[in-house]
C-alpha cells in the first residue's frame, strides 16, 4: 500500500505564485508514476500534470502549460508542482496520485490509471 499526502496550498492573488508538494510513503520500492489532478465543486477531476518515476516526460494540461511546473525528488519520493502566473479560474482542490508504471518513461493522464491519491490540498486565487 502506499499513502500519498499533499501540502502547500492556500490562498494567492491573481498572478501570484504558489508551490504544491506531495510525498509517498509505503510500499514506493517499485516505481511510480505522479500525477496533479484538481476539481471544482461540480466537475469532473481535471488532469494537470504528470511526471515518470525518474522525474522525465514532464507532461502538462494545456491550460497550465507554460505556468506550471511538474518535478520530482525520487529519493525522497517527492513530487512538487510549482505555480506561477495563477489566475482564478486555477482556484480547485489539487489532487496528488501515484500508479506503478511500467517504464521509466510512463507518465499517464487519465485519473482512473492511478492507483493511490491524496486528500487533496485546497488552492485559492483571488482576483
Known amino acids: 500500500q502506499v499513502q500519498v499526502v499533499e501540502s502547500g496550498g492556500g490562498l494567492v492573488q491573481a498572478g501570484g505564485s504558489l508551490r504544491v508538494s506531495c510525498a509517498a510513503s509505503g510500499r514506493t520500492n517499485r516505481n511510480y508514476a505522479m500525477g496533479w489532478f484538481r476539481q471544482t465543486p461540480g466537475k469532473e477531476r481535471e488532469f494537470v500534470a504528470a511526471i515518470g518515476w525518474t522525474g522525465g516526460n514532464p507532461y502538462y494540461a494545456d491550460s497550465v502549460k507554460g505556468r506550471f511546473t511538474i518535478s520530482r525528488e525520487y529519493a525522497k519520493n517527492t513530487v512538487y508542482l510549482q505555480m506561477d502566473s495563477l489566475k482564478p479560474e486555477d482556484t480547485a482542490v489539487y489532487y496528488c496520485?501515484?500508479?506503478?508504471?511500467?517504464?521509466?518513461?510512463?507518465?499517464?493522464?487519465?485519473?482512473?490509471?492511478?492507483?493511490?491519491w491524496g486528500q487533496g490540498t485546497q488552492v485559492t486565487v483571488s482576483s
Open positions: 496520485a501515484a500508479t506503478p508504471a511500467h517504464s521509466s518513461g510512463y507518465v499517464y493522464v487519465r485519473a482512473i490509471i492511478y492507483n493511490y
